[in-house]
């Protein structure tokens, strides 16, 4: 890959409250896929003088168009990559009944490797043509099918984590491991096969990565959970995912699976699987004691807000979650939601945000505080980019654009050009950047990201497939 200029639009997350939106900058790229340097509001005269001082001569400039504009890519921190084929349905469930008559019955056809590599092949397209840069994927059961799957993501050039999911006990007996030890004998040779996939040498990380996947409390012996803690034990930068306290009646059958457990946390705790690289799926009904634990032990909450409406689960206090300092991401947490894209878990974090500030209408705001107050565009902006980075720990390589981070990115083109009529940035209000932002975000789709880059490399997006390359 030889350096690149790319010149135009840039939008990037800098807080939870502020974001830079430029109109002509300058961001060059390296033959390793990471940002060289960075220049804001070049004009055009000064474009080649600004690229001979940094010792780009002869260096390719990609200019945006107007109604074009570059952000970092978008960061999936929980979703169901074998659920794919249910998206959309069963949706007059709650989360036990939906797992058991929805949700098991699909993941258990992934014993069939032609069936997985048929549908994760069209997963995977279609989560990076969605804007999905970093995506942290539940598989199966199923080691064979795993495998297939990391491979698949692999191949295509998107960054990720892949687990396989452990159960031994509370699901149906054909989709079952039927002890600990097979559990984690087939985890380790997940972890080692993904270990040994070709990875991108200048990737700060291996763009993909394996990660623990206790499915949740109710689908693991105690045994299995520690078996799990001590594997994590073993190596401090493996990721761990799991769902936590997604719906009440979750709760109560988890607590009396764990009766020695104080909390539905405290039993993730317990086996210390609650730690700084543990990704937390919904966190809707913590309780305070349990918000302490999970600051106190720096993991992160991967907020996925369409699933939570669309299962009846309840609306998850994130406002509160970001004023205790707890790290916080978007997931799709397809197919619980029915969207494989973070715009539409953007939309419905919005919304979810409203519903607690119309609960608690009246009430005073508390300087500077995010809870009982609707998720401003900046703060939206920021979960779905660096937050869910944050989460991931890879805030240092991704989720933002700054010297020496990895070139994972989004051309976002909101023109006539794109095809999607609730966005016509040439005929109507708003003409600047943080409006073209706001709307992309609340009415934009996969016509509107032309280009997917990971680590400085196209993989996907619209004019990639409309023009076969
Ligand atoms: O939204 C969810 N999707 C799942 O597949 C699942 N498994 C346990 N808990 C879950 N929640
Ligand atoms: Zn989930």
């Known amino acids: 890959m030889s350096s690149v200029v790319y010149y135009g639009s840039v939008i990037n997350p800098v807080t939870l409250l502020s974001f830079k939106a430029h109109t002509s900058c300058l961001i060059a790229v390296g033959p390793t896929g990471t940002i060289d340097w960075i220049v804001e509001d070049v004009p055009d005269s000064m474009v080649q003088e600004i690229m001979a001082v940094h010792g780009y001569i002869d260096v390719d400039v990609v200019p945006l168009r107007s109604g074009e504009f570059i952000m970092p890519g978008l960061c999936d921190t929980h979703t169901h990559a074998s ?8 949706q007059q469930y709650e989360l036990l009944a939906w797992l058991e008559n929805m949700t098991f019955p699909m993941e258990s056809r992934f014993a069939d490797v032609d069936f997985a590599r048929r ?7 279609r989560m990076i043509d969605s804007g999905t840069t970093t995506c942290c994927y539940y598989g199966t059961i199923h080691l064979e099918a795993t495998k297939i799957l990391a491979e698949i993501v692999n191949q295509s ?8 999911c452990n159960m031994n006990q509370n699901s149906p007996a054909h989709y079952i491991e039927p002890s600990p030890e097979a559990s984690i004998s087939a985890t ?8 040994q996939l070709p990875s991108n040498p200048h990737a700060t990380e291996p763009l993909v990565q394996p990660i623990l996947t206790p499915r949740f409390a109710i689908s693991c012996t105690s045994p299995l959970l520690a078996s799990l803690g001590e594997l994590a034990a073993s190596d401090p ?17 988890t607590m009396s699976l764990f009766p020695e457990c104080s909390s539905y946390a405290g039993v993730y705790d317990s086996t210390g699987l609650l730690r700084t690289n543990t990704i937390l799926a919904h966190a809707v009904h913590l309780t305070e004691d349990e918000i302490e634990l999970v600051a106190k032990r720096k ?6 807000p369409t699933s939570n409406f669309n299962l009846n689960s309840g609306v998850a ?17 397809v197919s619980g939601g029915y969207s494989p894209s973070i715009l539409n878990a953007i939309q419905n974090a919005s919304i979810a945000s409203k519903v607690i500030a119309m609960q608690h209408r009246g009430e005073p705001p508390a300087p500077g505080k995010f809870s009982n107050r609707q998720l401003s565009v900046a703060s939206l902006l920021y979960l779905a980019t660096l937050g869910g980075a944050e989460v991931c720990n890879l805030e240092n390589s991704v989720g933002s654009f700054a010297v020496g981070k990895s070139f994972d990115a989004l051309v976002v083109n909101v023109r006539n050009d794109a095809g999607n009529p609730a966005l016509w940035a040439e005929n109507s209000a708003p003409r600047n950047l943080e409006g073209m932002l706001e709307q992309f975000f609340f009415c934009g789709d996969d016509r509107n990201i ?10 996907g997006g619209r004019s990639v497939n409309s023009t076969g390359l």
Do not use: W
């Not at 032309?450 to 993989?459: A, P």
């Open 317 to 333: 206090p994130i406002g509160a979650y970001l004023d205790r300092g707890i790290k916080v991401g978007l997931g799709t947490d």
């Open 188 to 195: 380790k040779a997940l972890i080692s096969h993904i270990k």
């Open 119 to 125: 549908t994760y092949t069209s997963v995977v397209r």
């Open 83 to 90: 659920q794919m084929p249910n998206i959309g349905s069963g």
């Open 157 to 164: 050039g998107q960054r990720a984590f892949v687990g396989k």
């Open 450 to 459: 032309s280009r997917v880059y990971v680590q400085g490399q196209l993989i």
């Open 237 to 253: 930068n493996l990721r761990i995912q799991t769902h936590i306290s997604e719906n009440p009646a979750e709760v109560t059958f």
């Open 299 to 304: 993991a992160g909450i991967s907020h996925c």
